[in-house]
C-alpha cells in the first residue's frame, strides 16, 4: 500500500523571465564572486588588495600634477607598466569563475534550463572581463579626473585617454578567454592559479630573450614577432598602430605591422573563447 506526502511544492504560474534574464543573473553571480561579495571577508582580501595597488599610481600621479606639474604614469603604457599585478589578479580570480562548477559538476544543472553552452560561457567570459577592465580602466579615469580637476597646462590628454580605455576593454576580453580557458583544464583552484601564472610567467621571461636572440643576429623583422607572445605588448602594438602611441616595450623595440598585430590579437581572443567552449562541452557531455 502506497501513500502519498504533500511536502509542499507549487506550480509556477508567473512570468518566465527566459534566456536573457538567466544569462545576465550568471555573469552578475560571476561578477560577484571575482570581487568575493556574499562571500566570507577572506574572499574579499585578494581582489581589492590589488585594485588597491592598482590604484597607487593615480594618487601619485595627480599629487605630482599638483605639485610639479608633471603626468606620472602615461596613459597608453599603464597596462603595460602595471601588467604583473593584472596577471596576479587574473590568476587568483579566474579560478573562482570556472572551478566550483567543475569541482561540483553542477553544469548539467546549469544547462538544464534555458541556457545554452555559448550563453554559459558567454556569462562567465563578460563577467571576468568586466573584472579585469575595471581592474585597469578605472585608475585610468581617477587619473584622468584628476587631471581636469588640476587644470595642467595644455589640453588635456583626452585621446590618449579614450584610446587607452579602449585597448583595456581588449586586454581584458583577451586575458579573459585565455585565463578562463587554462583555469577550466582543472576543478582545482590551487591548479588553476599555477596554470594562468605559469603561462603568464613563460611568456615575459622569454619574450625579451628570444628577441633579442633574433636582434642579435640581424633578424630584426622576425625579432619583432616575439613581443607579440605577450598580451600586454600585443595589445600595446595595436595601440600603437591605431593611435600612434610610442611603444612601450622594454627596449622601446620595434613592433610588427599594425595590421599584422590586430590579426593576430583577433585570432586569439578566437582561439581562447573555442578552447573554453570545447572544454565545457566535453565537461556537459559528462
Known sequence: MSEIYDIGYRHYDGVRLGRGYATRALAVHSLRGIFGLGRPARSKIVPFALAAIMIMPSIVGIAMMALIQQRGIAYSGFAVIMQAVVAIFLAAQAPTVVAPDLRYRVLPLYLSRPV???EYV?????????????LIAVPLTVTFLGELVVDMPGPPATGEYLGAVLMALLLALLLSAFGLALASFTPRRGLGVASVITVYLLSSASVPIIYGSLYSTGNESAAAWAWLANPFWLVDSVQHWLFGTPPHSIESAAYPSGPASAAVLVLLIAAGLAALGLRYRKAAAR
Do not use: E, P, R, Y
Open 116 to 118: 545554452t553552452i555559448t
Open 122 to 134: 558567454g556569462a562567465k567570459v563578460a563577467a571576468m572581463t568586466v573584472a579585469v577592465f575595471a
